[in-house]
Nanobody, 122 residues
Framework: QVQLEESGGGSVQAGGSLRLACVAS????????MGWFRQAPGKEREFVGT????????TYEDSVKGRFTISRDIAKKTLYLQMDNLKSEDTAVYYC???????????????WGQGTQVTVSS
C-alpha cells in the first residue's frame, strides 16, 4: 500500500516556474514507477511524464519537453516535477501516481495522490 501526497502548486505568471513534490508513505517506494498527470477543467486527464523504477528512463509528453523535469529522491520517498517557462495551457490539477510500469496510460497506475492546482496567468 502506498499513499501519495502532492504539494507545491500555486499561481504563477506565464514564463514562471514551480516545483511540485509528491511524498510517498509506506515502504517500497523504489519498487514503483512514478508518473505525473494533469487535468484541466472540462478536459480528460492527460499524461505529463513518467520515471522508471530505476530512475534511468524518463519520458515526457511532447508539449512539456524541454520545460518540465522529473526526478525522484529515493531516500526522501519523494517525486518531483520541476516546471519552467510555464504557459497558460499548463493550468490544471496535477496528480502523481505510482504503478508497476512507467507508462503513459493512467489506468496502469495503481496509486494516486489527491492533486495540486497549478494556475498560470498570461
Amino acid at each position: 500500500q502506498v499513499q501519495l501526497e502532492e504539494s507545491g502548486g500555486g499561481s504563477v505568471q506565464a514564463g514562471g516556474s514551480l516545483r511540485l513534490a509528491c511524498v510517498a508513505s509506506g515502504r517500497m517506494f523504489s519498487s514503483y514507477a512514478m508518473g505525473w498527470f494533469r487535468q484541466a477543467p472540462g478536459k480528460e486527464r492527460e499524461f505529463v511524464g513518467t520515471i522508471s523504477r530505476s530512475g534511468k528512463v524518463i519520458t515526457y509528453e511532447d508539449s512539456v519537453k524541454g520545460r518540465f523535469t522529473i526526478s525522484r529522491d529515493i531516500a526522501k520517498k519523494t517525486l518531483y516535477l520541476q516546471m519552467d517557462n510555464l504557459k497558460s495551457e499548463d493550468t490544471a490539477v496535477y496528480y502523481c501516481a505510482a504503478g508497476e510500469f512507467d507508462t503513459a496510460l493512467a489506468d496502469e497506475y495503481r496509486y494516486w495522490g489527491q492533486g495540486t492546482q497549478v494556475t498560470v496567468s498570461s
